[in-house]
């Protein structure tokens, strides 16, 4: 059964309009760009300090190296894996295995602000990137025969991450992550699931918890 991979809390939205007149955002704000209109830490930390939760906010290059690691993985070529994506602001968003996502970061930002704006990205004939309309609760309860595995480093520490999985091909595993650079997962996400592990001593990078994970989803599923 696949592995579905739910990015939580990913730090991907437009410039609030709160700070829209604030020189460092307007010096950067360009009419037809799009790239120019999502938030971004590391051009507009002197405007969001106004904003609240401004360390999980504006983080787009989290979301870009955990999507690359994620779709160019054994697990996603082979069929095996489903990924979303959940904002700071609480939209869902279905990610099709197939999809090119943008190696250049700015391309990226373009088409995360083009998704936001319109709520889904597809070409001609192929959905590329559609909504989930539902809460996170509404799209875990979608899923049969799941087993929850919410990851934090505040987390019971696995005694052996070889054993996160079992080969049950009959279950389906959900991993939750967060997209974000510091803070915790909030109440609706914790009540998602008691499992809360750790996979190592240390905090570590979303992207690499992530491609930890499919690693140990791979082994324990031979898939190759
Ligand atoms: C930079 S961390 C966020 C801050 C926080 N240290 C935490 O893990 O809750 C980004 C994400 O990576 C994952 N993560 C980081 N360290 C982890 C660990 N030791 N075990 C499991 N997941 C971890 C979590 O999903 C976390 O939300």
Same mark, same amino acid.
């Given at each position: 059964m696949p592995l579905t991979i739910i990015f939580v809390e990913c730090g991907l939205e437009l410039i609030p309009s709160?700070?829209? /007149?604030?020189?460092?955002?307007?010096?950067?704000?360009?009419k037809d760009s799009y790239p120019s209109k999502l938030l971004d830490n590391a051009i507009h930390h002197s405007a969001m300090v106004r904003l609240d939760a401004a360390e999980q906010r504006g983080r787009p290059d989290i979301t870009h190296a955990c999507l690359l690691n994620a779709l160019g993985s054994t697990a996603n070529k082979s069929g095996n894996l489903k990924i979303y994506l959940h904002t700071f602001e609480n939209k869902i968003f279905e990610i099709n295995p197939d999809i090119k996502i943008a190696r250049n970061y700015n391309r990226f930002k373009g088409l995360m602000a083009k998704l936001l704006m319109e709520n889904e990205i597809r070409t001609k004939n192929l959905l590329l990137i559609s909504e989930f309309k539902g809460t996170l609760r509404d799209l875990v309860?979608?899923?049969?025969?799941? *087993?929850?595995?919410?990851?934090?480093? /505040?987390?019971?520490?696995? *005694?052996?991450?070889?054993?996160?999985?079992?080969?049950?091909?009959? /279950?389906?595993?959900?991993?939750?992550?967060?997209?974000?650079?510091?803070?915790?997962?909030?109440?609706?996400?914790? *009540?998602?699931?008691?499992?809360?592990?750790?996979?190592?001593?240390y905090s570590l990078d979303a992207w690499v918890v992530l491609s930890r994970v499919i690693t140990l989803y791979e082994i324990a599923n031979d898939i190759l």
């Open positions: 709160v700070i829209r /007149k604030h020189p460092s955002i307007q010096k950067n704000l360009q309860n979608s899923i049969d025969k799941k *087993e929850i595995i919410l990851l934090s480093n /505040k987390g019971e520490l696995a *005694e052996s991450p070889l054993l996160l999985f079992d080969n049950d091909l009959s /279950k389906n595993f959900v991993v939750i992550i967060g997209c974000f650079q510091k803070g915790f997962f909030t109440d609706e996400i914790l *009540e998602l699931s008691n499992r809360l592990v750790s996979i190592s001593h």
